[in-house]
């Protein structure tokens, strides 16, 4: 993110930096509007056209006036000219605009479909906390982003490129030579363009480091200022910060200073003023030496000093651009994450029973957390994970209802390979209720009948009571209809029992669940174990334990170390191991025994 | 909108840009007085007097170079001010953010600052060079313009004067609309992206129930109200900047008509004819320009209205004198009928404990014992340990240390008294000793590294490639949540202050470095101790009992004492036995 932030210089064009490597997803991304966009173009140019007619006409208006004998008709026709060519010029301008931003506004909404759509069949596992703020930078702010691109500056580049070569163009017709005179200082611009570009190219990862280090710095002082308050180091972390922001301003004044001087010397070479005396000046020299007319240097006076303000607008297209570029590249880059492959030929489960078969699982090449992993659920048992934290219980759990893909080995519910199962087909049989519950922004009644949008109110009204949060949601100003987040503010616990409701009323015949879930609210907590009781009946169940007594009565318990099965059987048979697991009954036990008054 | 931007900076640092300032609109000046300089050079070539002709050039020349040391001066002026416009507002920022009571960070608001203090500050020391130097140059130049050619011929200045209101309602006009539609535009990009986030949150709860693959329909909802929104504001801006360029137009028109009119009636020179339509026509440009500037004005504004309600933000009053603490070396604390309310938008994000308020709360709490809290959530809790530390000031009544009022006491002396381990926990982006040793800058390696054994720290350095000089990431990003609290465990033990405060959200631990934690904490002997208590263990061992109900004491006292009394905490006791007993499964035969 550090390079995206320009801080730019005040006064004059924009920093010249190099021009940005042409990104491939850019073309392909708006390839959908790519028809508007040449329209928007040909609107511009015409428009750009039409606005050198006033010019023209005054040129005229002036060789009539001064002629012994003006024609008043002619005159009045010239006049009529010059009006109707600022008309046609906004009438194109404004058409190309509009063209423009309803070509862009078009786009984004098929872009932020088309990422949506991607997401909707990337791996679960892809969307961690991280890349939930990767998703909200992709389908808003780059999408925004290219709406410069595609809003303004196709039009407004092409509108600076054509008004000066068409003024050129009109010049060069009307004489030549004192068009040169007109451009004489342009080369020196142009020049020190060149140079400073070249010379401002080699601190450009430079500015993104030194830029780099003040945003962290920021963000460290900000969010950090809590913990220095409170343990009394204000004054140094303030210091930090400060030494970041003064390091930041000594590097742009290294930097930009031995560019800014040329800059702001050729810039004035090519500014109006001076323009317009080196056409006086020159024009005088001619008509002194009778090689043009006074009235010839009207064009000159009024077209030679526009030519400029156009080469500076094409500078700052030019950032524009590269933002978009940049911009479009993470696009692609999100568009271009692999998703799951949905199965060819799908196959349905026969009956439930889910096996784990040699598995092997890791968060990349370098992280493996499961190794060989085999176990059976059959229907209808519980079955629970207990190890010490980070043995891998919560990855495991996360492998059934096919929040990442194994490695190798495989997990097989009714005798069929998850990955041949088509995913509608899938959450049928496998349901999870995770210790991390956000709710939707939407009604009760809609974040409870979610898996069945077609339940009915008693429906979902039972699945409420069953889960203990009937009461809780009739106290709400608009009951079932309250909108969660706006009229419906939950505690914790609350939310976890609409969630375990939403479960059951989804009514899968295997389970997925983290018993922390019933501790997330200390104070409810007895309520959410009704709800998870009533949830957990009958149903074939993996559950990941944290407290060793809550599942002491599973019918199978899985003890994992570092990602692999180390003991196995029913709580009596493994207390009798005297193993692991006996060692951590013991020291819950701790706990237990200390408060057992 | 200038004197909103020089408001943010100080006087010191505001009077450079008000230079600046100064030399635009000089450069603007002499920019318009080069191009009526044109008049009488014209004038003079078309009479054909040559000399005259040279004599103005000559002038002209002379301003020009003028106006070129002007412009040199401005743009190395105005890259100076941007600088020091940055570092000024960074220091503003910085001075005042570390002053703003702790209950002010809140986390939303803390994301927020760190986008401000950063993009925000761009944003608004670029205005200079994007946005005030084009409106200058829009309006300065052609005033001047106007106001010169008076000299010339006082029926075309009038001409040109009559056509100022006219652009300018052009121009409030077409902003009114435009503002209008941004308006909507703004709050449909924010229902999106808040809709974006949730899909990509909840994308595991959505696909189990088959609302990824049919698409989600708020999401879907969300993008065509964009998309609509969008088209509207095209409906209505197209037409509002075309309104703005004709009445531009019209005025050009009428200086067109009024002028050949007069030239043809021979009571106006054509030399001066023709030198106003050419200073008529090059100016349509850039004033047509500063309409679709207001837009960008306006965005800057936002920065700039958002860094102010920081600035505006009042800070904790700090105490006049250096008073020091009556109750000696004695650190007890003591309610005295606090009441306390979060003001609107109060804790923002905060929990559900944050939104209590505290309705005459009056305890104490004895120096050197443990008291837990305990009670529903919403109780104010952590209300009552935010006092102490003093996120914010009391609305009435006191909240006392040794006998002092925490507002008598200065901030860094407060915040010494204290060790706080609260739920939100930050690390900064250094090895994990450097995090410990932030509780006490001035300890010994041994010390830190003793402090990180009791908070079972070591544990996590044994399993880092670097050990204890592993660094941990920004905002402690390779740690897990259990981890972070634990190296904020260590900071506080390495504390050593005389005052503990606790947010037992001890979790994410599994039972054996619980157990570990517990033991550790309960050898910081002779402390005062606040505890936000969720176990059983902590609150049967504690000296005293709070039991918290609707921002009050309901009851206080020990364990047994509240269990004989048989009033809300008993049955709050009862509860939890049962909750500690429960077995999610009874088990069919499992026995």
New interface residues.
């Given amino acids: 993110m550090s390079g995206e932030v320009e801080a730019e210089p005040s006064g004059g064009a924009p920093p010249p930096g190099p021009e940005p490597a042409a990104p491939g997803g850019l073309k392909e991304l708006i390839a959908p509007v790519k028809s508007s966009l040449v329209l928007a173009a040909v609107l511009a140019a015409v428009g750009a056209i039409a606005s050198l007619a006033p010019f023209v006409a005054i040129y005229e208006l002036a060789l009539e006036l001064l002629s012994p004998d003006p024609d008043e008709g002619r005159v009045w026709t010239v006049v009529a000219i010059a009006v109707l060519g600022l008309v046609l010029r906004f009438l194109c301008e404004g058409t190309a605009f509009a063209v423009s931003h309803r070509a862009d506004n078009r786009l984004q909404a098929h872009l932020r479909r088309r990422v949506v759509a991607h997401l909707g069949r990337l791996p679960l596992g892809w969307f961690t906390e991280k890349n939930a703020g990767t998703v909200k930078t992709a389908v808003q702010d780059d999408v925004l982003a290219m709406h410069h691109l595609v809003g303004h500056s196709v039009v407004e580049f092409v509108s600076s490129a054509t008004a000066p070569v068409a003024a050129l163009l009109y010049l060069l017709f009307v004489d030549w030579r004192l068009m040169l005179v007109t451009i004489v200082t342009l080369p020196i611009y142009a020049a020190f363009y060149v140079i400073a570009t070249r010379k401002s190219g080699e601190n450009v990862a430079q500015y993104g480091a030194a830029l780099g280090r003040i945003n962290a710095a920021v963000i460290e002082f900000v969010q950090g200022i809590a913990v220095v308050k409170a343990f009394g180091q204000t004054r140094r972390a303030h210091e930090r910060f400060t030494t970041a922001s003064d390091d930041y301003v000594a590097f742009m004044e290294k930097w930009i200073s031995p560019v800014l001087k040329p800059q702001s010397v050729t810039s004035a070479c090519v500014s109006p003023p001076v323009i317009l005396l080196a056409v006086l000046t020159g024009g005088a020299i001619f008509v002194g030496q009778g090689w043009v007319r006074a009235v010839d240097l009207l064009p000159f006076a009024l077209l030679g000093v526009g030519l400029t303000a156009p080469l500076v607008a094409l500078g700052y297209t030019g950032n524009d651009i590269r933002s978009a570029g940049a911009a479009a590249a993470r696009i692609g880059v999100l568009l271009a994450t692999p998703t799951m492959t949905d199965p060819a030929e799908p196959r349905v489960p026969a009956g439930n029973l889910v096996e784990f078969d040699h598995v092997d699982f890791g968060y990349g090449p370098e992280k493996q957390v499961l190794h060989d992993v085999s176990a059976v659920l059959r229907p209808g048992t519980v079955t629970a994970l207990v190890g010490p934290s980070g043995a891998g219980k919560s990855t495991l759990a996360s492998l059934l209802p096919r929040f990442f893909d194994v490695d190798r080995g495989s997990i097989r519910i009714g005798g069929v390979d998850l990955r041949d199962v088509a995913t509608a087909e899938l959450y049928r049989h496998v349901g999870f209720v995770f210790q991390d519950v956000r709710l939707l922004r939407m009604s009760v009644r809609d974040n409870i009948r979610l898996a069945r949008p077609d339940a009915d109110d008693a429906a979902v009204e039972s699945a409420a009571r069953s889960a203990q949060v009937h009461d809780v949601v009739q106290a709400l100003p608009r009951g079932y209809d309250s909108v969660v987040g706006e009229d419906a503010k939950f505690s914790g616990g609350e939310a976890q029992r609409v969630s375990i409701a939403r479960a059951l009323l989804a009514d899968t015949p295997v389970l997925v669940l983290d018993e922390a879930t019933a501790f997330a609210d200390a104070q409810s907590e007895a309520a959410i174990q009704d709800a998870l009781s009533e949830l957990a009946a009958g149903r074939t169940l993996l559950v990941i334990a944290h407290r060793l007594h809550t599942v002491a009565d599973a019918d199978q318990i899985l003890v994992l170390d570092e990602g692999r099965v180390v003991e196995r059987g029913r709580h009596a048979d493994l207390l009798r191991a005297n193993g692991l697991y006996a060692r951590l009954w013991a020291a819950g036990e701790h706990d237990v025994v200390e408060v057992g008054a | 909108m200038i004197r909103e931007f020089l408001s943010v900076l100080d006087d010191r640092d505001a009077k450079p840009a008000r230079g600046?300032l100064a030399l635009l609109v000089c450069y603007a000046v002499?920019?318009g007085i080069?191009?009526v300089l044109?008049v009488p050079?014209?004038r003079a070539?078309?009479a054909?007097d040559?000399s005259t002709?040279?004599t103005w050039?000559a002038v002209?020349?002379g301003?020009?170079a003028v106006?070129?040391v002007v412009?040199?001066a401005?743009?190395?002026?105005?890259?100076d001010?941007?600088?020091k416009m940055?570092?000024a507002l960074?220091?503003r920022l910085?001075?005042h953010?570390?002053a703003l009571p702790?209950g002010w960070?809140s986390g939303n608001r803390?994301g927020r600052?760190?986008q401000l203090?950063?993009?925000g500050v761009?944003e608004v020391?670029?205005l200079?060079?994007?946005l005030i130097?084009p409106l200058v140059m829009a309006v300065v130049t052609p005033a001047t313009i106007a106001v010169a050619m008076l000299f010339f011929d006082w029926r075309m200045a009038l001409a040109l004067v009559l056509g100022a209101p006219v652009i300018y309602v052009g121009y409030r006009v077409t902003s009114r609309l435009l503002v209008r539609t941004e308006h909507e535009i703004d709050a449909a990009?924010a229902e999106?992206?808040?809709?974006?986030?949730?899909?990509?949150?909840?994308?595991?709860?959505?696909?189990?129930?088959?609302?990824?693959?049919s698409?989600?329909r708020?999401?879907?909802d969300a993008?065509?109200r964009?998309?609509e929104v969008?088209?509207r504001?095209?409906r209505v801006?197209?037409p509002a900047?075309?309104l703005f360029?004709?009445s531009v137009?019209l005025v050009?028109?009428a200086v067109?008509?009024v002028g050949?009119s007069l030239?043809?009636g021979a009571s106006l020179g054509?030399p001066e004819?023709?030198a106003l339509?050419?200073l008529v026509?090059?100016f349509?440009?850039p004033i047509v320009a500063t309409a679709e500037l207001g837009a960008a004005m306006r965005a800057a504004g936002n920065s700039l209205g958002r860094i102010r309600e920081v600035l505006e933000t009042p800070p904790l009053p700090e105490p006049a004198g250096d008073a020091a603490l009556p109750g000696g070396e004695r650190f007890d604390i003591e309610f005295d009928d606090v009441r306390f309310a979060y003001e609107g938008q109060g804790g923002g994000d905060g929990a559900?404990d944050g939104r209590a308020a505290l309705a005459g709360a009056a305890f104490r709490i004895p120096a050197g014992t443990t008291t837990a809290l305990v009670g529903?959530?919403?109780s104010g809790k952590s209300t009552v340990v935010r006092l102490i530390?003093r996120f914010w000031d009391v609305d009435g009544g006191a909240v006392r240390i040794g006998g002092a009022d925490v507002r008598d006491i200065p901030?860094?002396r407060l915040?010494?008294l204290?060790a706080?381990v609260f739920q939100?926990?930050?690390l900064?982006?250094a090895t994990i000793e450097e995090n410990i040793r932030?509780?006490r800058?001035t300890a010994t390696e041994a010390e830190v590294r003793e402090a990180g054994r009791l908070a079972r720290v070591d544990e996590i350095a044994e399993r880092l490639p670097d050990g204890w000089r592993s660094r941990v990431g920004?905002?402690g990003a390779v740690l897990?949540g259990?981890e972070r609290q634990r190296v904020?465990l260590a900071?506080a033990i390495l504390?050593d202050a005389p005052i503990v405060l606790l947010d037992e959200a001890t979790?994410?631990?599994?039972?054996?470095?619980?157990?570990a934690v517990q033991q550790s904490l309960a050898t910081m002997s002779g402390r005062t101790k606040l505890i936000i208590a969720?176990?059983?263990?902590t609150i049967?061992h504690a000296d005293q009992i709070i039991f918290l109900d609707g921002g009050e004491p309901v009851e206080i006292g020990t364990h047994e004492q509240l269990l004989a009394a048989d009033g809300r905490y008993a049955r709050f006791w009862r509860?939890?036995n049962?909750?500690?007993?429960?077995?999610?499964?009874?088990?069919g035969g499992?026995?």
């Avoid at chain 2, 401005?74 to 890259?79: E, K, L, V």
């Avoid at chain 2, 049962?578 to 088990?587: H, I, T």
């Fill in positions: 600046h002499l920019h080069v191009f044109l050079v014209l070539l078309f054909g040559l002709a040279w050039i002209l020349a301003v020009t106006t070129c412009h040199y401005q743009s190395m002026y105005g890259f001010v941007g600088l940055t570092r960074h220091r910085g001075d953010v570390a702790l960070f803390v600052l760190g203090a950063t993009t761009w020391t670029g200079p060079a994007h130097r990009a999106f992206g808040g809709r974006a986030v949730e899909f990509a949150q909840n994308q595991a709860v959505l696909r189990a129930c088959g609302r990824a693959e698409g989600y708020a999401l879907d993008i065509e964009q998309h969008g088209t504001q095209i801006g197209v900047l075309l360029a004709v137009q050009v028109a067109f008509v050949v030239a043809l054509v004819l023709l339509l050419v026509t090059r349509v440009d559900a529903p959530s919403g530390a901030t860094e915040m010494a204290i706080p939100d926990v930050y900064f982006d932030i509780g800058p920004e905002g897990s259990g904020s900071r504390k979790a994410a631990l599994d039972p054996r470095n619980e157990v969720h176990r059983l263990r049967v509860d939890r049962r909750a500690r007993g429960w077995r999610l499964v009874k088990g499992a026995r």
